[in-house]
């Protein structure tokens, strides 16, 4: 768990990952203020130079902080968001909307993950909260198709930031005594991005923890992640 952070209320099974590292301190949250606040005034939708090293953190700031949301894709000239119909096996991830994350590092995950060579993914963010009012910090779930995963299917991408507005949040569900906080929001509007950060496959800090599934047991896997089953083998 993280360092200075609550530590989650309940023990999720290993393949669930932790955000890495330390919480930025001041002087680095400063930092990522004037960093963004200098690309604002240069111009219209501008694309944040961030050091790479940085560009999760910089990107959660942004979520944690900012009150913005984030959307990872491949495609680097993106104007506006549509709805578009979504498939999901929940009914929230099942509407006709633009879909964000609350969350910089699950964003980066749609970024960098080339869809056009991987057939399905299977993924989780989740914040645990208890009756007393511990919350975890985000925990993760990151997998693609099993028969992909030896071909190392990444892409440079691009993290589109947007305005908070128009978008509602998931509601919460239950696990047992505990509330599951889901980091995902869906706008029935068209969206404009406010801004773009470039990234990369070595950005990403879960590149080498990225699990792989098989495709047509994919329901199975999903099940496990609502239970807190093992991962199925």
Same mark, same amino acid.
């Given at each position: 768990?993280? #360092?200075?952070?609550?530590?989650?209320?309940?023990?999720?099974?290993?393949?669930?990952?932790?955000?890495?590292?330390?919480?930025?301190?001041?002087?680095?949250?400063?930092?990522?203020?004037?960093?963004?606040?200098?690309?604002?005034?240069?111009? &219209?939708? #501008?694309?944040?130079?961030?050091?790479?090293?940085?560009?999760?953190?910089?990107?959660?700031?942004?979520?944690?902080?900012?009150?913005?949301?984030?959307?990872? *894709?491949?495609?680097?000239?993106?104007?506006?968001?549509?709805?578009?119909?979504?498939?999901?096996?929940?009914?929230?991830?099942?509407?006709?909307?633009?879909?964000?994350?609350?969350?910089?590092?699950?964003?980066?995950?749609?970024? !960098?993950? &080339?869809?056009?060579?991987?057939?399905?993914?299977?993924? %989780?963010?989740?914040?645990?909260?208890?009756?007393?009012?511990?919350? *975890?910090?985000?925990?993760?779930?990151? =997998? !693609? *198709?099993? *028969?992909?995963?030896?071909?190392? @299917?990444?892409? =440079?991408?691009?993290?589109?930031?947007?305005?908070? &507005? =128009?978008?509602?949040?998931?509601?919460?569900?239950?696990?047992?005594?505990?509330?599951?906080?889901?980091?995902?929001?869906? =706008?029935?509007?068209?969206?404009? @991005?406010?801004?773009?950060?470039?990234?990369? @496959?070595?950005?990403?800090?879960?590149?080498?923890?990225?699990?792989?599934?098989?495709?047509?047991?994919? %329901?199975?896997?999903?099940?496990?992640?609502?239970?807190?089953?093992?991962?199925?083998?």
């Amino acid at each position: 768990m993280r #360092p200075g952070r609550e530590e989650s209320p309940v023990e999720l099974p290993d393949y669930w990952l932790s955000r890495p590292g330390v919480e930025p301190g001041p002087d680095v949250r400063a930092s990522f203020d004037r960093t963004w606040d200098r690309a604002i005034a240069s111009g &219209d939708r #501008p694309l944040v130079e961030v050091e790479p090293a940085l560009r999760w953190q910089f990107l959660c700031h942004l979520a944690d902080a900012r009150g913005f949301v984030l959307h990872g *894709s491949g495609d680097p000239g993106i104007d506006v968001f549509e709805p578009r119909q979504a498939v999901d096996l929940s009914a929230f991830g099942n509407q006709k909307a633009v879909y964000a994350a609350g969350d910089g590092i699950w964003a980066m995950f749609f970024a !960098i993950v &080339d869809r056009e060579r991987v057939e399905s993914v299977t993924n %989780a963010c989740v914040r645990l909260a208890d009756a007393a009012g511990n919350v *975890s910090p985000p925990q993760y779930v990151f =997998s !693609i *198709s099993r *028969s992909q995963l030896p071909n190392r @299917p990444w892409r =440079s991408g691009t993290v589109y930031v947007l305005p908070g &507005d =128009s978008f509602t949040l998931q509601p919460p569900l239950r696990f047992g005594e505990f509330e599951v906080r889901i980091p995902q929001l869906a =706008s029935l509007v068209a969206v404009r @991005p406010v801004a773009r950060v470039a990234v990369e @496959p070595a950005d990403f800090p879960f590149l080498s923890d990225i699990r792989g599934h098989d495709d047509h047991r994919r %329901a199975e896997y999903a099940r496990a992640l609502e239970t807190g089953a093992p991962w199925p083998e």
